[in-house]
């Protein structure tokens, strides 16, 4: 196991009826920015109580982050933020809405200079942030516990991530019935980010790390048994509450600790979002395998354990082929030509941005521009 130093500062408040909570947990002399996506909050009664919460309290209001939230509208929240001297932010939706609002807090606070600094240097120049905190409404990223985030931007075609310590939300309510309202895709969607954010940490060269190991194949379990009822039975409240904690325990930075971790598959994923603009876990389905037969010897021995323990098969290759059933019977395919997509053009314009920014991935490092061509070339 390799050496660690964990802390997560992020509050979870889980379960029914817990928006109300938000009352407790907001200083009460706060100027608050409640920030939200194209209005799925208006429809399933989000947005009523947590407005029921805030009774009384200095709220203002900044709608319209979208999916891939961007550069461009988050400059916007965040100009508002300077302007009316907003001093706590609160982000109810999905991943976009929490990873927008991440960059609103950090951009608020941002001095001189070009503000998309905090995207290129990966966080590294963030000198403060507001402070956030979140309503889930999608269990998929975990960026309702982690101090990540994912922004694009329109201009330029890119999607690019930042992580800085100020990112941690104070608190992440998680009610699972605010997710009944949710579209299948949605949940596929959400079903198959969380596995892959574990498969990230798990499926890597095996450095021991038993606990951790057996931490991620619970998770795995977790979401083949679950993710399938969520989809059959929208409003099984017992299972949108084991996919939804699954979802946050998938990327709060506990499997991630004293492993290796690859990643591989989430950076090349951006790409096919930012060039084509397929939601961020049907790039990762269609990548995976091609990642996981390009690093094969490397993975052996955990794809072994994985297809044994939570798909009950025997070797690599039938554990990869098992994971790609489990997506398949999610209704989420896993080849670009599902999606439209040309698999030898995308892998050009990979290769071309990997090469001109240096880009090297996989645990090993060893995945070269090159290579990573060759793996979208085969999920043609
Ligand atoms: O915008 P609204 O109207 O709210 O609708 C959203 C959106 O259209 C809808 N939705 C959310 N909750 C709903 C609902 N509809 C009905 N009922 C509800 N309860 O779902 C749509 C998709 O929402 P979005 O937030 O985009 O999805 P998700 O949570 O999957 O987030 C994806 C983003 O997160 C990034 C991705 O790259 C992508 O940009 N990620 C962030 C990570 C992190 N911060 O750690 C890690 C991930 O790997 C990922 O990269
Ligand atoms: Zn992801």
């Known amino acids: 196991m ?10 979870i408040v889980f379960g029914r009826g817990t928006i109300a909570k938000i009352t407790d947990l907001v200083p009460a002399d706060a100027r608050i920015l409640i920030t939200y996506g194209g209005g799925s909050i208006m429809q399933n009664g989000v947005h009523d109580q947590v407005m029921e919460a805030l009774k009384g309290r200095d709220v203002l209001e900044f709608g319209g982050i979208e999916p891939n939230p961007t550069f461009e509208t988050c400059m916007g929240a965040a100009n508002l933020c300077r302007r009316e001297k907003v001093d706590y932010l609160l982000a109810v939706g999905g991943g976009s809405v929490i990873d927008g609002t991440k960059f609103i807090a950090a951009a608020a606070k941002h001095e001189g200079g070009d503000p998309w600094e905090i995207m290129s240097t990966g966080g590294a120049c963030i000198q403060s942030m507001l402070p956030l905190a979140t309503v889930l409404t999608l269990p998929a990223t975990g960026s309702e516990a982690n101090s990540g985030a994912v922004i694009s931007r329109k201009s330029t075609e890119e999607k690019c991530v930042f992580g800085s310590p100020g990112a941690y939300p104070r ?10 309202s949710l579209p299948t895709n949605q949940v596929r969607n959400g079903v198959v980010d969380a596995f892959v954010h574990v498969v990230e940490q798990y499926a890597t060269s095996d450095n021991g790390a038993m606990l951790q190991g057996r ?8 979401l083949v048994e679950c993710g399938p009822t969520t989809l059959a039975e929208p409003e099984n409240y017992d299972a949108r509450a084991e996919f939804m ?9 506990l499997l991630g600790q004293g492993v290796v971790s690859d990643w591989a598959t989430h950076m090349i994923g951006h790409e096919l979002t930012a060039f084509y603009g397929l939601a961020h876990a049907e790039t990762l389905a269609v990548i995976l395998p091609g990642v996981w037969r390009a690093n ?17 098969v025997q070797g690599a290759e039938a ?11 999610l209704g989420m395919p896993t080849r670009l030509s599902d999606h439209g997509v040309d698999a030898g053009e995308a892998a050009a314009r990979i290769v071309e941005r990997f090469e001109a920014r240096g880009t090297v991935l996989g645990e090993g490092k060893d995945l ?10 085969s999920r043609a």
């Not at 931490?215 to 977790?222: I, N, P, R, S, W």
């Not at 904690?245 to 930075?253: E, V, Y």
């Not at 094969?296 to 009950?312: I, Y």
């Open 2 to 11: 390799r050496n660690f130093n964990y802390q997560n500062p992020t509050r």
């Open 368 to 377: 070269t521009p090159e290579r990573v061509g060759e793996v979208v070339k």
């Open 245 to 253: 904690w699954s979802a946050t325990m998938a990327l709060n930075g």
């Open 171 to 180: 608190f992440s309510i998680l009610d699972p019935t605010t997710t009944f």
């Open 215 to 222: 931490l991620a194949e619970g998770v795995l379990q977790t």
């Open 296 to 312: 094969l010897e490397a993975k052996r021995t955990k794809l072994e354990q994985m297809g044994s323990r939570v798909f009950g």
């Open 319 to 329: 554990a990869i082929e098992a994971t790609e059933s489990f997506f398949h019977g």
